[in-house]
């Protein structure tokens, strides 16, 4: 198994621009998740998701969208890039089987300038 | 909403010697899990050890052990015989029972292994 894989690794925007980060898992895991990671901050809930075609808000939505048209994807949209969007975001899958221990994937550290 | 607060931005310790990073945090649940991930600068992160709220007993997991104070909302990690390897991001976080996949993460303490 490849685990949770994301990519790009490194990515670099200017203002304005829009984009999306990948995230896959191959352990048929019905839950997944986006943080992103500010220093000083630790890590923070931006969207989840319970399953295909559910989709929730975490601690962070503003200015990222995310879809779940199959089990095993869950991308991560930003429609127009911000300075304030420069972090390191990270991708995470769990199931209720193993009372949700996350999974997470490498990271995604992306620069917005 | 729950929060979760670590107080140590930076902490060492001499390599063989242990150390303890703290982590509190606020909830009106009773019911939940605690867990404790481990950042190198790989940036992986790594489930280092998980404590349920229900279980008295501290969970342990060979040098990693915690001191869960429920009634205190505390809940530090204790590091044995530290390692070079040890050094890294430490970060607590809490998920409510029935909250499914979601964690709550605390701020980060950065730990350094001096030889």
């Known amino acids: 198994n490849a685990g949770v894989t994301q990519t790009p690794k490194f990515q670099v925007l200017k203002t304005g621009q829009s984009m999306t980060l990948q995230c896959a898992q191959d352990?048929?895991?019905?839950?997944m998740s986006w943080y992103r990671q500010d220093p000083g901050m630790g890590l923070r809930l931006i969207h989840y998701?319970?399953?295909?075609?559910?989709?929730d808000q975490g601690e962070v939505p503003n200015g990222y969208n995310v879809s779940r048209s199959t089990t095993e994807d869950f991308p991560l949209r930003l429609l127009s890039a911000a300075p304030s969007q420069t972090s390191v975001y990270f991708c995470?899958?769990?199931?209720?089987?193993?009372?949700?221990?996350?999974?997470f994937g490498p990271g995604t550290r992306l620069t917005v300038t | 909403a729950q929060t979760v607060t670590q107080s140590q931005p930076e902490m060492s310790v001499q390599e063989a010697e242990t150390v303890t990073l703290s982590c509190t945090y606020d909830?009106?649940?009773?019911?939940?899990?605690l867990f404790w991930y481990k950042q190198p600068p790989s940036r992986q992160m790594i489930l280092v050890i998980r404590?349920?709220?229900?279980?008295?007993q501290n969970a342990t997991e060979n040098r990693f052990s915690v001191n869960f104070q429920k009634a205190a909302k505390s809940f530090s990690l204790k590091i044995s015989d530290s390692q070079l390897g040890d050094a890294a991001m430490y970060f607590c976080?809490?998920?409510?029972?029935?909250?499914?996949?979601?964690?709550?993460f605390g701020e980060g303490t950065q730990l350094t292994v001096n030889p």
């Open positions: 995470a899958s769990s199931y209720a089987g193993n009372s949700y221990e996350q999974y």
């Open positions: 352990m048929n895991h019905e839950y």
């Open positions: 998701s319970v399953g295909a075609g559910i989709t």
């Open positions: 909830t009106s649940e009773s019911d939940y899990y």
């Open positions: 404590q349920e709220a229900y279980k008295q």
């Open positions: 976080a809490y998920r409510r029972r029935t909250s499914g996949s979601r964690l709550t």
